[in-house]
């Protein structure tokens, strides 16, 4: 490993003039933090706090970027993205962001909704037909539910599906034995797989983070007509110019791609090379809950387009009232707060693809009303405040999965604003 003096080496990029910046980010307007009302100096902060996680070993590296008003005013790359052989984080540098790709396969439904090819209100199993046998398990026995998980269900994460951890034995050997999450598989045969397993509780009636965004993949294929990438490319990505993200990263890029390292907390950084998918002709599997790789840049252009109410520059993509329903709270009751093993996020409910701030508790503490966002299982994270038209992408490659750098800088990017 590279002397800490290497790593400091590469800790700090300079903000980028125009015509340095990557070409995608480069077509969001820049602007100086006064002019849209924010203090430079107080976002300096955000470099300084950054820094001193690297020197901590905290995270090997990191990039962040900041938008207020639909303008660029922050762009850094700190850090290396690969220690052991000395190279540095950098704008373009390529992020497994895992389940940040839900919010992009949710907007894809959405524009399907838009498009009256897709109802929130479908039963699954109206695209996907292995689904008319769903069976939801109640007192020890997997039974009818009283009524099918929905795609507004698959959207909200309420349909009680899991990623194989509910606390229910039986539910959770059941998803040991079906067809795996992993790239070898295709997404049909995980579906068909999937379908075998019962739900943790009746739809609608609880919150269970899984493989729902998954499912709703498939959804979008079955509703489209067009393989899941393909939508995705055509339909996304081609026409907001995010021509870094994809479920396959090609061999000319692939030595752009952030290493993963696995921290301990008391100053170790351990090289991890073995993660769920290769991003390669290997990779089958069409995850829309977790298997896109893509840059900051091309992130911030499409979490750009949902801000601006489903529109950048001058192309729609979503009406601008169906990113407002998917930026709201839809939980209710038990469903209510979301949450995770040894992990409830009071004031957090959840809408059509993102988790929504609905009260001001101690999780999550420095974040405002109607913040809305998520991250990915390697500590990526963005959100965004309608309130403040401000947007912010932070990506890093570390496990255990930790909200250390979101919860760091973030009062310091709110505090900026004057």
Partial sequence: MKPLAA?????????????????????????????????????????????????????AGAVVVITRRGKLVYNKSFGLRDIENSKPMEPDTIFRIFSMTKAITSAAAMMLVDEGKLRIEDPVSSHLPAF??????????????????????????????????????????????????????????????????????????????????????????????????????ERIFEPLGMIDTAFVIPEAKRG???????????????????????????????????????????????????????????????????????????????????????????GTGFGLGFCVKVAQTDWNKAGRLDEYGWGGMLSTHFWISPRDELVVVTMEQTLPFDFMLEDAIKPLIYDAIE
């Fill in 256 to 346: 752009r791609m952030a290493v993963v390292y696995r921290v301990d907390k008391k100053g170790a950084l351990t090289r991890n090379d073995r993660n769920l998918f290769s991003y390669s002709s290997k990779t089958k599997m069409r995850s829309g809950g977790g298997g896109l790789a893509s840059t900051i840049g091309d992130y911030t252009r499409f979490l750009q387009m949902i801000a601006n109410g489903g529109e950048l520059h001058g192309q729609r993509f979503l009406k601008k009232k169906t990113v407002a329903e998917m930026t709201r709270n839809h939980l209710t009751g038990p469903a209510m707060p979301i949450r995770f093993p040894n992990n409830i996020r009071h």
């Fill in 132 to 233: 008319k046998k769903a069976r939801v398990w109640k007192n020890g026995k997997a039974i009818t539910p009283n009524n099918p998980p929905t795609v507004k269900d698959l959207l909200c994460h309420t349909a009680g599906y899991s990623y194989g951890f509910t606390g229910i034995p039986e539910i959770d050997k059941l998803h040991r034995q079906a067809v795996p999450l992993v790239e070898g598989e295709l997404l049909t045969d995980f579906c068909a797989g999937m379908a075998n397993v019962p739900m943790a509780f009746e739809p609608g009636e609880g919150w269970l983070y899984g493989i729902s965004t998954d499912l709703l993949g498939a959804v979008v294929e079955h509703a489209s007509g067009m393989p899941l990438a393909r939508f995705f490319q």
């Fill in 7 to 59: 790593i400091l080496l590469w800790t700090v990029a300079p903000a980028l003039s125009l015509a340095e910046q990557p070409r995608l980010i480069r077509e969001l307007p820049l602007a100086k933090p006064a002019a849209v009302g924010m203090s430079r100096a107080k976002l300096e902060l955000v470099d300084e706090k950054v820094t001193e996680l690297i020197a901590r070993k905290r995270l």
